[in-house]
């Protein structure tokens, strides 16, 4: 069974550029979630996807948006970027099937780097 | 406000003892808590988790302990290997599991030497 895929897994931009950023989930998985990984902060939600709908949404600003397809591969997009958003950026997967176990399956995550 | 607090960034052990990793949380709406474990370029594994009306769950080597009463969590591994070096994620879900939403820890870096 393939994991959780993301793509690209390196790349660089400058401030002010955006940047879209792929999630392949797990085949059969509905649920996706991005986490943003720091040095600083550690691991911070971002938002969650069911059906292609945003059920859960973190504490960033609106510069970060995100979408999920019917079949369920999401995206998410860091516009106008700022030097602060050089990060880890981590995609997870989860089987929705009654209550949230927590088990989500990551993905090995997009480095972003803003210079 | 950081509602999950790992407040050791490192720890450091011997192989055949034991690893205690510790966790703290504040926000009493908390009912769902994992372990996960993350390697240099890869993603965050899952390891062990353990629910609110638990105090203990055990897995192999791997041991999840809650006391409610004092917010406080912990992750004993016995006994240690080299291979568990990592760094291991305290996260906590609220809202009954309905809310696909983990907050997480800052991490602890754990070394397991030889």
């Known amino acids: 069974k393939a994991g959780v895929t993301q793509t690209p897994r390196y790349l660089i931009k400058t401030r002010g550029q955006q940047v879209t950023l792929s999630c392949s989930p797990i085949s059969g998985h509905r649920s996706v979630s991005w986490y943003q990984q720091t040095p600083g902060q550690g691991l911070q939600f971002l938002f969650e996807y069911f059906s292609e709908t945003q059920r859960n949404k973190g504490n960033f600003p609106g510069r970060f948006s995100g979408r999920q397809f019917s079949n369920s591969r999401s995206e998410m997009n860091v516009s106008t970027l700022e030097l602060g958003d050089s990060a880890l950026y981590l995609c997870?997967?989860?089987?929705?099937?009654?209550?949230?176990?927590?088990?989500?399956?990551f993905g090995e995550g997009s480095r972003l780097t803003v210079l | 406000d950081q509602q999950v607090k790992q407040n050791s960034p490192s720890l450091s052990v011997q192989e055949g003892r034991i690893s205690i990793l510790n966790c703290d949380y504040t926000?009493?709406?908390?009912?769902?808590f994992l372990w996960y474990k993350k390697y240099p370029a890869e993603g965050p594994t899952f390891l062990i988790s353990?629910?609110?009306?638990?105090d203990k769950n055990e897995d192999g080597r791997f041991t999840v302990f809650l006391n409610k009463s004092a917010k406080h969590l912990s992750l004993h591994i016995v006994p240690s290997q080299p291979g568990d070096s990592a760094v291991y994620f305290c996260?906590?879900?609220?809202?009954?599991?309905?809310?696909?939403?983990?907050?997480f820890g800052k991490g602890t870096l754990l070394t397991v030497n030889p």
């Open positions: 926000n009493s709406m908390f009912d769902y």
């Open positions: 996260a906590a879900s609220a809202s009954g599991g309905s809310n696909y939403k983990l907050t």
């Open positions: 353990i629910s609110s009306i638990k």
């Open positions: 997870a997967s989860s089987l929705k099937g009654g209550t949230f176990t927590g088990e989500l399956f």
